[in-house]
């Protein structure tokens, strides 16, 4: 089961979307390693490109902070809906064990998935990539 601290973090924060062209709102929360909890929402814009996920956001608020690593996060949308390709890659930054870090996915009506980041991005691309 989610930890209730982290989707409830990603609940309160999805009530602040900005979502008025695909009108699909999405909270994240993440646990940073030091143990707070970092929210964000998702902020569209007409140029479709400047588009803020949620998750993106999330990290930018713990990175703010100084904490560069994390430990869980939790997203929530109508349909626990899975983070994106870009979202991904960005959570893989931010930790060195993507087979420890759980993501949480919550539904508005309770449903609820749960993944390791690295069954969600099985082949992480890494800065320490070609430097062999």
């Given at each position: 089961m989610a930890p209730k601290d982290l989707v409830d973090a990603a609940r309160a924060v999805r009530a602040n979307a900005?979502?008025?062209y695909s009108v699909y709102s999405v909270g994240a929360a993440v646990r940073g390693a030091d143990g707070a909890i970092y929210s964000g929402c998702n902020v569209e814009n007409v140029s479709f490109g400047l588009c803020m996920c949620a998750e993106r956001v999330a990290?930018?608020?713990?990175?703010?902070?100084?904490?560069?690593?994390?430990?869980?996060v939790a997203v929530v949308t109508r349909d626990a809906g899975s983070p994106c390709g870009m979202?991904?890659?960005?959570?893989?930054?931010?930790t060195d064990?993507?087979?420890r870090v759980m993501i949480w996915l919550v539904g508005e009506g309770?449903?609820?998935?749960?993944f390791t980041l690295a069954e969600l991005i099985p082949a992480t691309f890494r800065a320490?990539?070609?430097q062999d």
């Amino acid at each position: 089961m989610a930890p209730k601290d982290l989707v409830d973090a990603a609940r309160a924060v999805r009530a602040n979307a900005y979502a008025p062209y695909s009108v699909y709102s999405v909270g994240a929360a993440v646990r940073g390693a030091d143990g707070a909890i970092y929210s964000g929402c998702n902020v569209e814009n007409v140029s479709f490109g400047l588009c803020m996920c949620a998750e993106r956001v999330a990290i930018g608020q713990m990175v703010a902070a100084g904490c560069r690593r994390i430990r869980e996060v939790a997203v929530v949308t109508r349909d626990a809906g899975s983070p994106c390709g870009m979202c991904r890659q960005t959570l893989a930054e931010f930790t060195d064990e993507p087979e420890r870090v759980m993501i949480w996915l919550v539904g508005e009506g309770g449903t609820e998935r749960k993944f390791t980041l690295a069954e969600l991005i099985p082949a992480t691309f890494r800065a320490s990539l070609g430097q062999d």
